[in-house]
């Protein structure tokens, strides 16, 4: 049995989880390493960066399954 943590990075953008191995697309943004899933997506973050870095802050308040 393999017990390993392979959470990986989010893709601040669409949310999709990305190894940070695989991909190609990461840019440095406030002193941290962010990975993309994609080009499209890293442009994206790279015009409003503020917009996705507050995504993570707030997920949790309200978003109950
Ligand atoms: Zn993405």
Do not use: I, W
């Amino acid at each position: 049995m393999k017990k390993e943590m392979k959470k990986g990075e989010k893709d601040p953008v669409c949310g999709m989880s990305v190894d940070p191995r695989k991909t190609r697309h990461s840019l440095e943004h406030d002193g941290r390493r962010r990975y993309f899933c994609g080009a499209d997506c890293m442009e994206k973050f790279r015009s409003d960066p503020a917009k996705y870095s507050g995504m993570e802050a707030r997920a949790g308040s309200g978003g109950e399954e």
